[in-house]
């Protein structure tokens, strides 16, 4: 990993949570679908749908998974449209076209460092797929981990965050508590320097990690977290980390910001 960050005092942060991460999870996708894709049977479906959203997440990851290498080897058609269902269906993601969308994971699977440009949507695929290896990068995911980096101390560069719709999210945007937080830094020497363009930009490069390699550095990160947080066995799967982030962003972590953030103008 190229940069540094406290793993210890992230775990820690995170250990209050994952214990309720089967209560704290809430997602609860649309998995109709997977009947017709040969995911699962209908019997299936109908003991799924009976499970919690957690308890059906982890039995998802597990078959989807199963499929994912099967259909890669052996059928395009079922493989293209399982990646449409993880980034549609599942991960409500529906304004792109299916053409594209199947070129960006394409291009995703091809390469070692992925594009972080819409890389929320081609990461779900890589998560489905490698949980050993990738996360899902998600503006959830960023926002929750960049807090904890801040509020903990835990480290003095960020990761970028996808744009992302939720309201409570966008109210205390992340980029301008940073901001805050390292003030002096955007301070300018002589009113002339706001006269610069992009300055807030050139400012900003200091303070996130740059796009083209977040991606492998989140996931090198979540690792250690893992490693830290989880069983030997839970740790593997990077999705217990990953989930735990996702689920506390906009509960948990929008009331400790809401608790701890104070702010004087003299």
Not at 128 to 139: A, G, L, N, R, V
Not at 205 to 214: D, F, G, W
């Amino acid at each position: 990993m190229k940069y540094k960050f406290e793993t210890e005092k992230i775990a820690n942060y995170l250990m209050q949570f994952k214990d309720k991460l089967p209560e704290l999870y809430t997602w609860n996708a649309k998995i109709e679908k997977l009947v017709d894709l040969g995911v699962i049977t209908q019997s299936e479906l109908n003991s799924l749908n009976n499970q919690t959203s957690y308890e059906k997440e982890i039995i998802l990851k597990k078959k989807v998974n199963l499929k994912l290498h099967e259909y890669y080897k052996t059928n395009k058609v079922l493989f293209d449209n399982l990646c449409l269902w993880i980034i549609k269906d599942w991960g409500g993601i529906l304004t792109a076209k299916d053409s594209d969308t199947i070129e960006l994971v394409k291009d995703f699977l091809e390469t070692d460092n992925p594009k972080y440009n819409r890389i929320a949507s081609a990461s779900k695929v890589g998560a489905y797929m490698f949980p050993e290896k990738y996360i899902i990068y998600d503006s959830r995911v960023a926002y929750a981990l960049n807090w904890i980096i801040l509020s903990e101390k835990a480290g003095e560069i960020f990761f970028p965050i996808p744009s992302g719709r939720n309201s409570k999210m966008t109210a205390f945007e992340m980029s301008v508590l940073i901001r805050l937080k390292n003030i002096q830094h955007y301070v300018p020497k002589d009113i002339s320097e706001m006269d610069k363009r992009l300055y807030i930009n050139q400012k900003d490069k200091t303070s996130y990690i740059p796009e083209k390699e977040s991606y492998s550095e989140l996931n090198y990160l979540i690792k250690e977290i893992s490693n830290k947080l989880w069983n030997e066995e839970k740790s593997k799967m990077l999705y217990y980390t990953e989930m735990l982030l996702f689920s506390i962003a906009d509960r948990e972590i929008f009331y400790d910001i809401t608790n701890r953030l104070t702010l004087e103008i003299k």
